[in-house]
Every structure is written in structure tokens, then in C-alpha cells.
């Protein structure tokens, strides 16, 4: 497998006072942590349309479509399913964050630690940088949006963030230093990805 590689960038821009430049730098580099998997998920998902750094179509563009469940437990039924039937061993149900709680509403969320399960014990990925979009772009509305499942989720990562020397970006007209850290990735799917639009539904779940 392959997958097309992208930069993830983030940015500071502070005054000279108040931080030493290593100290900006630092603050950078930990803003650009926190911020990496975010942007990792939005280019999974969605992708990225921007008029100054270019339009990225998002893996999750064009998945099979497996229908629309009624509630939550469908919705996690029919990607299940799906999976099992294509002999995807190793899968994943992807989900917005918020979906999180419809999933455990119906007691459809097994927790493993840090790990979220299904029943089954496929492992659930509840994106932050998820917009819960249909595969050709249908919206999210006050009761549906779009879980999905694919095989495995394979992420490589450049071991070096870039930074600019701090000197180099400062501006001494308005004594602001304007700092872009930069790191390459390149996200790649095995076997394939289906999505399945779900309503929800709260008051059919969460039954004992």
C-alpha cells in the first residue's frame, strides 16, 4: 500500500516580550504535539479545501455505502457485518466524538483502558478531527450523520519538526516573532472503507 504524503503545519505569533525565543520555539513545537492527530483525522475523514495550500481529497471520500441505520446498534450491526463478510480481520469503526456517548447509551461501548471496543472487540477510533460527512459529502444534521469502517489505519510520520531559526522570523517593526513548525505524514487504509448514515436515536437505546 501507499499513501500520498501531506505537511502538517502549525503556528505562534507572540511578542518578543515576555519569552525567549527558545522559549517560544518549545511552545511551538508543543502546540504542534497536541495538534498533529487532529489534523491526521481531518485529512482521513474529510480532507482539505483551501485556496492558498491546495484541495486534499479525504480517504473516506467515495466509500462503499452499506445503507442507512435506524439507531446506533443497526449502525454498528451493518459495519460489523461488513467487515466480516470482506474478511477484514483487523478493522476499525470510526466515529465522531460525540457519538461516543449514543454508542455507550446502548451499551455498545466496551472499555479496554485507553482502547474503546465493540461487542465483537473491533476497536472503535472516536476522531476529534472527524466531521461525520457522508462520503460524497452529505451533511451532518440534527439527527443523522456517518460512522465508518475500514481496515487498518496505517500512519507514517517524518521524526523531524521543522522549525525556522526564531531569529530568522522575527519582526522588528511590530517586535512579534511569527513561528511555523512543519512535519510530513502520509495516511494510508488497507482492505477498504464503508460508511453507513445512522440516526440518532436515544429514545430506542440504552435498554437493559
Request: proline share 3%; hydrophobic share 40%; aromatic share 8%.
Amino acid at each position: 500500500i501507499s499513501g500520498a504524503p501531506f505537511a502538517v503545519y502549525s503556528t505562534w505569533t507572540c511578542s518578543t516580550v515576555g519569552y525567549t525565543l527558545e522559549e517560544q520555539v518549545q511552545r511551538l513545537r508543543t502546540r504542534h504535539a497536541l495538534r498533529t492527530q487532529t489534523a491526521a483525522e481531518r485529512l482521513l475523514w474529510q480532507g482539505q479545501t483551501s485556496a492558498t495550500d491546495g484541495n486534499i481529497t479525504g480517504l473516506f471520500a467515495g466509500a462503499t455505502n452499506v445503507g442507512a441505520a435506524g439507531c446506533v446498534t443497526e449502525a454498528v450491526e451493518l459495519l460489523e457485518q461488513t467487515l466480516a463478510d470482506n474478511g477484514v480481520l483487523a478493522g476499525i469503526i470510526h466515529a465522531r466524538v460525540g457519538m461516543s456517548s449514543h454508542l455507550a447509551q446502548a451499551h455498545l461501548v466496551y472499555d479496554r483502558g485507553r482502547k474503546k471496543e465493540t461487542c465483537y472487540g473491533r476497536p472503535y477510533v472516536f476522531g476529534q478531527g472527524y466531521s461525520g460527512i457522508g462520503p460524497t459529502g452529505q451533511a451532518v444534521d440534527g439527527t443523522t450523520e456517518w460512522m465508518y469502517a475500514t481496515g487498518r489505519v496505517v500512519i507514517w510520520q517524518d521524526p523531524t519538526i521543522w522549525v525556522p531559526p526564531a531569529g530568522d522570523t522575527v519582526n522588528r517593526s511590530l517586535n512579534t516573532v511569527n513561528l511555523v513548525a512543519q512535519q510530513v505524514h502520509a495516511v494510508a487504509i488497507e482492505c477498504g472503507v464503508w460508511a453507513v448514515s445512522v440516526t440518532r436515536t436515544c429514545g430506542t437505546t440504552g435498554a437493559t
